[in-house]
C-alpha cells in the first residue's frame, strides 16, 4: 500500500495560478496585454482564491506530497509542511480498493486514494 498526503497548499496553489492566469485580458477587439505587475498580482489574488476553496471544502483536496510506503513519513512530511508553508486541511490518504469496483480488462480491483484510518501512533 502507498500513501500520500492531500490537503491546501499556498505553494500548489501559486504553481497552478502561474499556469492559468495568462498575460493578456479581455478577448477579440479589447484584447490587452498585462504588465509583469498585474499579472502577478492577478496570479497573487487567484492563487488565494484557490487556497480558500480547497481549505474550506468548495474543491477536492489534491495531492500535494509524493507517494510514501508508511504513515509514519507522511505525518512527517504534514510537520515538515506546516513549519515551512501556508499549508491547512492535510490529510494522510491511503491507496486501496475500492468495493465492488473490479476493472474490466485486468480484473483486478480499481485502486483509489482513500482517507487512512490506521492505528494510533
Not at 496570479?43 to 509524493?66: C, F, H, M, N, R
Not at 469496483?101 to 485486468?106: F, L, V
Amino acid at each position: 500500500m502507498s500513501f500520500a498526503v492531500f490537503g491546501a497548499s499556498m505553494d500548489f496553489c501559486l504553481k497552478t495560478a502561474k499556469k492559468r492566469v495568462k498575460m493578456t485580458k479581455g478577448c477579440g477587439k479589447n484584447l490587452e496585454r498585462r504588465t509583469q505587475a498585474e499579472w502577478e498580482e492577478a496570479v497573487k489574488t487567484y492563487a488565494e482564491k484557490l487556497y480558500q476553496d480547497y481549505a474550506t471544502g468548495k474543491k477536492a483536496p489534491v495531492q500535494i506530497s509524493a507517494n510514501m510506503t508508511t504513515p509514519n513519513a507522511a505525518k512527517d512530511f504534514i510537520a515538515l509542511a506546516m513549519k515551512t508553508s501556508t499549508c491547512s486541511a492535510l490529510r494522510v490518504f491511503q491507496r486501496q480498493p475500492v468495493e465492488g469496483r473490479i476493472h474490466p480488462k485486468t480484473k483486478e480491483p480499481v485502486m483509489k486514494f482513500q482517507p487512512y484510518v490506521g492505528g494510533a501512533s
